[in-house]
């Protein structure tokens, strides 16, 4: 054990340390360690919360590709024709229209939904709620003229129904069959000549005053003693 | 539920001055998949523009009331779903078309689509999409284009996993038929 502990005190003090350095190591190494830091943390960068989402981007990438085999699985049972086709867009589109219409729809719903004052929607109801009582009480009121009217009508023809009907019922069965009788001998007394004019007579008589002559007229005039005869003109 | 990149994005999207600037990003970011799942069941590229353009204002609208109870992306594909379907509906009133006329103005127009080759077998495909009623041609779209799993398809689309699966399968098979005979 003794002789163990002077050959480790020998190496000790012979040569302290086996291990060599560069030459001024010391001396450069804060500048080495400092460039380091900084030219690292200007070279490599994380996004924020990288860590915080790095978990939920790979389970998301895993569930993905999960689905992705689930989807084909149960599509090769259905349908291996389906499965073995392209699933690649056929319909075309704008160039670039992704890029532009994010800018277009950020422009349309800009545009400003009216927004209406408080106070002026309250002002809005109360007119409305005027207009519809005035429409309500104008209803009622029509309603009750016209009912009282028609009330009044209807009563109105009910009474001369049954005056009518009384005062038929007071005629005798003689004085009816008098006023037949009567109207009876009128129909039996009038002549086609005296009770209708056909278009032809009048034609007739037309040409008949034609070739009576002026004197004609006059003389006819004296006869019957008419006055201012000379005033009457021939074609009066 | 919400992802934290999303989330991040909304507390954004609520403070004034980050907006706009978090509302292009969310565009940015879910523009693409949304365009190609309206494209499929519109056809037109200018139908599917204007129905894209139609959600995302309504996203710009109700995206402060958005309850982070789902994904943004659930909510995005839903109100894009109903956006095209609100659309086909009125497409079909406005030509006052039958339902078995309904799919020949789309099969109409994948085949007068740039590039369409009644030959190639990714265009027989589309033909045969276009067959599919609305509903079938949106499961089968988000299933073998988008492989969304079945449970946030039930989200989207607010129906049960079971009748989605069987949708599914209907689908696939009716297309199958479709091009083995056209």
């Known amino acids: 054990m003794k002789s163990e502990y002077k050959i480790l005190n020998n ?15 010391f001396e450069g190494l804060p500048i080495s360690i400092l460039n380091r830091v900084k030219s690292k943390s200007f070279t490599y960068s994380t996004p924020p919360d990288y860590f915080e989402n790095l978990s939920t981007q790979v389970l998301k ?13 149960e599509l090769e049972a259905i349908s291996a024709l389906l499965n073995s086709l392209n699933k690649t867009n056929v319909y075309t589109l704008p160039t670039d229209y992704f890029e532009t219409n994010t800018i277009n729809l950020v422009d349309r719903k800009i545009t400003p939904v009216k927004k209406i004052n408080t106070s002026f929607r309250f002002t809005k109801i109360i007119a409305a709620a005027v207009v519809m009582g005035f429409i309500a009480i104008g209803t009622l009121m029509i309603f009750n003229k016209t009912s009282k009217n028609k009330q009044f009508i209807t009563s109105y023809k009910q009474a001369i129904k ?21 109207e009876k001998n009128i129909t039996a007394n009038l002549s086609d000549e005296t009770t209708i004019l056909p278009w032809q007579n009048i034609n007739n008589l037309q040409e008949e005053i034609k070739v009576v002559t002026d004197e004609e007229i006059k003389a006819y005039f004296k006869e019957n003693n008419i006055e201012n005869v000379d005033n009457i ?4 | 539920m919400l992802n934290l990149e999303d989330k991040e994005l909304l507390v954004q999207f609520k403070e004034t ?48 009331n958005f309850r982070e109870d789902s994904q943004l992306y659930t909510w995005l594909y839903r109100i894009a779903t109903n956006e095209s379907l609100t659309f086909l509906e009125q497409q079909k009133r406005r030509s006052s078309v039958s339902i078995d006329e309904e799919d020949t103005g789309l ?5 007068a689509s740039e590039g369409f080759d009644a030959n190639k077998l990714e265009w027989k495909l589309q033909l045969a999409i276009q067959k599919l009623p609305a509903k079938q041609r949106l499961v089968f779209n988000l299933r073998y284009y988008d492989e969304l799993p079945y449970e946030e398809m039930s989200r ?19 297309i199958e038929d479709f091009i083995r005979n056209y």
């Open chain 1, 11 to 25: 190496i000790k003090t012979e040569n302290a340390n086996p291990f060599s350095i560069p030459n001024e190591y």
């Open chain 1, 61 to 73: 990438k895993i569930n993905t590709v999960n689905e992705h085999n689930n989807v084909f699985e």
């Open chain 1, 162 to 182: 049954t005056d009518i009907e009384q005062s038929v019922l007071q005629i005798s069965d003689a004085e009816l069959s008098n006023v037949l009788d009567l």
């Open chain 1, 233 to 236: 003109s021939p074609n009066s």
């Open chain 2, 17 to 64: 001055p980050h907006k706009e600037k978090a509302f292009t990003a969310i565009i940015k970011k879910y523009q693409e998949r949304l365009y190609w799942h309206i494209r499929r069941m519109v056809v037109e590229h200018e139908d599917a523009n204007d129905v894209l353009q139609n959600m995302f204002v309504k996203v710009w609208r109700g995206l402060e």
């Open chain 2, 107 to 111: 099969s109409n127009k994948v085949k």
């Open chain 2, 156 to 174: 989207i689309l607010e129906t049960s996993e079971g009748a989605l699966k069987a949708s599914y399968h209907h689908a696939a098979k009716k």
